[in-house]
């Protein structure tokens, strides 16, 4: 069984500031994950992936994560935020392997104030 | 390269009732998922379909259904509509034979209302 924790349904920071969105998850094997965003009435996009490959994963729009399988984290990091950066963010964990059964978090909303 | 498309974009449907909806993969996929998304929430694991199967299922009843056709495009269907079935149903395909099944594009979403 595998499950996503995402801390804070809703995050504020200011643009340019940085921006730090938490996910922490739980699987009995090991997982692939992933960060996807959604912006108003729109489906989800890609921003980026981890496959057992390198543990820092950099994805689109400046975004990255680190998976740390100590902490069983994936965060979700950008330096600068930008206001085209508002949107809900969703993480997401599948079993590497075979059909792939994804596993989503119920959400963070970003807020960037100008 | 058209992504994944889905029909209709809304619809308004009333208790009892059945609906269809209809989802289209991105070239070269072959396998398609289905995922509910209730107002606030995270998107839920409906069920997927690879080689006109249901291969995976999530917890759901067994009003939720589905097929896939030859050329990978897909229905969900609901039966007996509940107040309840309200949400954003979204599709996502992706390739196993190409062995990115994770990798999972998903479409625009169709807005289903029960009234």
């Known amino acids: 069984a595998q499950s996503v924790t995402q801390l804070g349904s809703h995050v504020s920071v200011s643009e340019g500031a940085l921006v730090l969105l938490r996910c922490n998850y739980s699987?009995?094997?090991?997982?692939?994950l992933f960060w996807y965003v959604q912006y108003p009435n729109q489906g989800l996009q890609l921003l980026l992936k981890?496959?057992?490959?390198?543990?820092l994963v950099k994805g689109i729009n400046g975004f990255e994560a680190e998976f740390k399988k100590s902490e069983t984290s994936f965060h979700l990091t950008k330096p600068s935020a930008h206001m085209s950066d508002a949107a809900e963010y969703f993480c997401?964990?599948?079993?590497?392997?075979?059909?792939?059964?994804?596993?989503f978090g119920t959400g963070t909303k970003l807020q960037v104030i100008p | 390269d058209a992504g994944v498309t889905q029909s209709p974009t809304h619809l308004i449907k009333t208790r009892g009732q059945q609906v269809t909806l209809r989802c289209s993969p991105k070239?070269?996929?072959?396998?398609v998922s289905w995922y509910q998304q209730a107002l606030g929430q995270g998107p839920q694991f409906i069920f997927q379909?690879?080689?006109?199967?249901?291969?995976q299922r999530g917890n759901f009843p067994d009003r939720f259904s589905g097929h896939q056709f030859p050329n990978y495009s897909s229905e969900l269907n609901v039966n007996a509509l509940l107040l309840g079935d309200s949400a954003l149903y979204l599709c996502?395909?992706?390739?196993?034979?190409?062995?990115?099944?994770?990798?999972?594009?998903f479409g625009p979403g169709t807005r289903l209302t029960v009234t």
């Open positions: 996502a395909s992706s390739s196993l034979l190409q062995g990115t099944g994770w990798e999972q594009y």
């Open positions: 699987s009995s094997v090991p997982p692939y």
């Open positions: 981890y496959t057992s490959a390198a543990t």
């Open positions: 997401a964990v599948s079993p590497s392997g075979g059909y792939q059964k994804v596993t």
């Open positions: 070239s070269g996929h072959d396998t």
């Open positions: 379909y690879y080689e006109e199967e249901e291969r």
